[in-house]
C-alpha cells in the first residue's frame, strides 16, 4: 500500500513538472528559453554592489590604528576596520593601502588618498560580503576624467570579455566623507568561482614588472637593485641629449625613453618571451600568483603555453585566441602603455585553467595616453597594425604572433570596426561620458581628498569627447588604408595622419611619463596647491621625458590590484536612501 502511493506521488511529481515545462515554452519564445535555461546565476554580490546604483562605503577604524596604516602605507599591511557597504555592516575585515607608483606617488605628498583592498576574510576566517571575498578601491590618480577604467572596462564586457564587476563608490570614513573611487571586484576566489561555475581548479596570476615598488612579493625584486639596474640601462642605451628632443618621445618610433627596455619585465617573463622551463626564470608571472597553492606543474602548464606562442604553432590549444584578440582592440583603442605594449610588460592578468590561458584586463588608470609621453597625435593615430611602445613587436609575442597570422589580423580588424561601430560613432561614447558624468559629477563636485579641482574634471570630460572622436577618426582610417597603420608607415608619412593639433592630453591628467603636474596630488587639501618641500614634481620642458633632479629615480607605474554592472545596465545611478544596521 505504501508502495503504491510513492509511485503515485512519483507520477503525479512528475506530470506537474512536464506540465510546468510545457506552459513555459508556451509562454517564452524558444530563443529567449534556451537563454533562460543556460544563463550563468550571478552571485548575490552582483546585484548588491555592482548594480545601478553607486555603492556607500563607511569605513569604521579606531583613528589611531587608521593613521598607523596611512603613516606606513608602504608596508601594504592590513589593519583591521569593520565596513558598512551600501547599509550592510562587516566586521572584522582587514583593509590596506595598495598600488605600485600611485602608492608612492600619494606617500610622498601630503595626501592620504591610497587605493585600497578590502580583504573580508583576512581576520575572520571564511567571512565574505555576500560571497565576494576582497574588493579593490582604485583612487583614479593621474586620471581627471575619473572615467577611463570604467569606460575601458566597459567596452571590454561590451566585447565579451571576461571582466570583474566594476562601479564607483561613495567612502566615508567613522562618517566623514572620504572621496569618489572606483570598485572593482578582485581577481581572487570570488571571482574563479563565479565564472567557472563554481569550480576553482585555475590559477591567476598577477603579472607585474617591478614588485619591490609596492607589489606583493617583496623579497621579487628590490627597489634599490631595481633603481640602480634602471639608471645603469639607460645611462648605457638610449638616453637622449638634451639637444634632441626628439628620441624623447615613446610613441613615435616604438623606440626610446626608458632605456629600451631595460628596465621592463621582458627579460623576467612578463613580455611572454620563452626563456627556458625554469619557472625561475618568470618571476614577473610566477612571483605574483594569487593565493598560495599554486605548484610547479601548475607553472609548467604556462610554461608550455609560452613556448608554443613564441613557435607559433598550436597557440589556439593553449590560448583563448578569439577572446584576446577581442581583448587586443579595445587596449589598442585605449592606448594604455602602462601594460604588455610597452616595456613595462605587466598589469594583466593570466588565468590558466586546464592548461589553456585567458588574458585578463587590468589598470587603465594611464590609458589613453597618460603614460610614456607623446603627444595628442602619438595618441589619435596610435597604429593598430604594430601596437607596441618602445619595444619591437617580436618582443612582443602575443601581439606579433596573433597579429602575423593573416586569419586573426582579419577577425581584429573586425573587432576593431565592432568597436567603432558599436561604442564611438554616432557621438555613442560622448553620450556614454555624459551619462555616466550625471551619476557621478556630484560626488565628484563635493570630494575632499580629489586629485583635480571640478572645473579640471569637466574640462577633462568635454577633451575626453574630442580626443576620442579623433581616435575614432584615425582608426577608421588605419582600418580602410587612408592613414598609416603601422609605426615605420607612420614616420614615412606624416601628413597622412590624423591632424591632434586642437586637443592637449594633459587635459585628461596625467602621470609618469606624461605632460603636466603629475595629478597634483590632493590639491584640495593643500593651502595655495603648494607640494610638500622636496617632494615637487619634476618640470616636463617642452612635453619631452621629465628631467630628474639630481638623478633622482622616477615613479614607476601602478602594477595594480584590480567592470561593467553585470546586468547590462548602462551606468551607475545615484543611491537611494540607505539604513544602516
Aim: glycine fraction near 10%; include cysteine.
Amino acid at each position: 500500500m505504501k508502495e503504491n502511493k510513492r509511485t503515485t506521488v512519483i507520477a503525479v511529481s512528475a506530470i506537474i513538472i512536464a506540465v510546468a515545462v510545457v506552459l513555459i515554452m508556451l509562454i517564452i519564445p524558444n530563443g529567449e528559453l534556451k537563454e533562460t535555461l543556460s544563463a550563468k546565476a550571478e552571485p548575490m554580490y552582483a546585484s548588491q554592489f555592482f548594480g545601478t546604483e553607486v555603492m556607500t562605503i563607511d569605513i569604521i577604524a579606531d583613528e589611531t590604528t587608521w593613521q598607523n596604516m596611512l603613516d606606513n602605507a608602504m608596508n601594504e599591511e592590513y589593519i583591521s576596520v569593520d565596513v558598512v557597504i551600501n547599509g550592510r555592516k562587516f566586521t572584522n575585515a582587514g583593509i590596506r593601502p595598495k598600488g605600485n607608483n600611485s602608492l608612492q606617488q600619494v606617500s610622498s605628498s601630503d595626501s592620504d588618498r591610497y587605493s585600497f583592498k578590502i580583504k573580508f576574510d583576512e581576520y575572520v576566517d571564511g567571512q565574505t560580503c555576500y560571497g565576494l571575498d576582497m574588493l579593490v578601491l582604485n583612487n583614479m590618480i593621474g586620471d581627471a576624467t575619473c572615467m577611463k577604467e570604467y569606460t575601458t572596462f566597459d567596452m571590454m564586457k561590451s566585447m565579451g570579455i571576461e571582466t570583474p564587476y566594476f562601479n564607483y563608490a561613495d567612502i566615508s570614513l567613522n562618517g566623514e566623507k572620504w572621496g569618489l573611487y572606483f570598485a572593482l571586484e578582485a581577481y581572487n576566489d570570488s571571482y574563479e568561482h563565479r565564472v567557472n561555475s563554481g569550480n576553482e581548479s585555475g590559477v591567476l596570476y598577477n603579472v607585474k614588472s617591478v614588485d619591490g615598488m609596492g607589489g606583493n612579493n617583496k623579497d621579487a625584486m628590490n627597489f634599490e637593485s631595481f633603481r640602480d639596474d634602471f639608471g645603469k640601462s639607460f645611462s648605457e642605451s638610449e638616453k637622449p641629449a638634451e639637444e634632441n628632443s626628439e628620441k624623447q618621445h615613446f610613441g613615435k618610433d616604438g623606440k626610446g625613453g626608458f632605456g629600451g627596455g631595460g628596465m621592463g619585465a621582458g627579460s623576467t617573463g612578463g613580455a611572454l618571451l620563452y626563456i627556458d622551463d625554469n619557472s625561475s626564470s618568470y618571476p614577473a608571472i610566477f612571483s605574483n600568483a594569487v593565493g598560495n597553492d599554486s605548484t610547479e606543474e601548475d607553472y609548467q602548464r604556462v610554461i608550455a603555453a609560452i613556448k608554443a606562442l613564441n613557435e607559433g604553432e598550436n597557440i589556439e590549444e593553449y590560448f583563448d585566441v578569439d577572446e584576446i584578440l577581442r581583448y587586443l582592440a579595445v587596449h589598442t583603442v585605449v592606448v594604455n602603455l602602462d601594460s604588455y605594449s610597452s616595456n613595462m610588460a605587466q598589469n594583466y592578468y593570466i588565468y590558466e585553467y586546464g592548461g589553456k590561458l585567458q588574458i585578463l584586463p587590468w589598470d587603465y588608470n594611464y590609458a589613453w595616453g597618460g603614460f610614456q609621453g607623446g603627444g595628442a597625435s602619438d595618441t589619435v593615430n596610435f597604429p593598430v597594425d604594430t601596437p607596441v611602445s618602445s619595444v619591437d613587436m617580436s618582443e612582443r609575442p602575443l601581439i606579433s604572433k596573433l597579429l602575423e597570422n593573416e586569419e586573426y589580423l582579419a577577425k581584429y580588424h573586425g573587432y576593431l570596426k565592432q568597436l567603432m561601430d558599436n561604442y564611438f560613432a554616432d557621438g555613442k561614447f560622448a553620450a556614454k561620458l555624459d551619462k555616466i558624468n550625471s551619476a557621478i559629477g556630484s560626488y565628484v563636485e563635493n570630494d575632499p581628498t580629489a586629485f583635480h579641482t571640478f572645473d579640471e574634471y569637466t574640462k577633462a570630460i568635454d577633451a575626453f569627447k574630442a580626443i576620442a572622436e579623433l581616435r575614432m577618426t584615425s582608426i577608421i582610417g588605419q582600418l580602410d588604408g587612408t592613414v598609416p597603420s603601422t609605426t615605420d608607415e607612420q614616420k614615412a608619412n606624416p601628413d597622412k595622419l590624423v591632424d591632434a593639433s586642437s586637443v592637449s592630453l594633459s587635459d585628461l591628467g596625467t602621470g609618469m611619463g606624461g605632460k603636466g603636474d603629475f595629478g597634483n596630488f590632493g590639491r584640495n587639501n593643500r593651502p595655495d596647491n603648494n607640494f610638500p618641500a622636496g617632494n615637487e614634481p619634476p618640470q616636463i620642458p617642452n612635453g619631452d621625458f621629465p628631467q630628474m633632479p639630481d638623478g633622482e629615480f622616477p615613479q614607476m607605474p601602478d602594477g595594480a590590484e584590480g567592470n561593467f554592472p553585470p546586468n547590462g545596465t548602462d551606468f551607475p545611478q545615484k543611491p537611494s536612501e540607505q539604513t544602516q544596521s
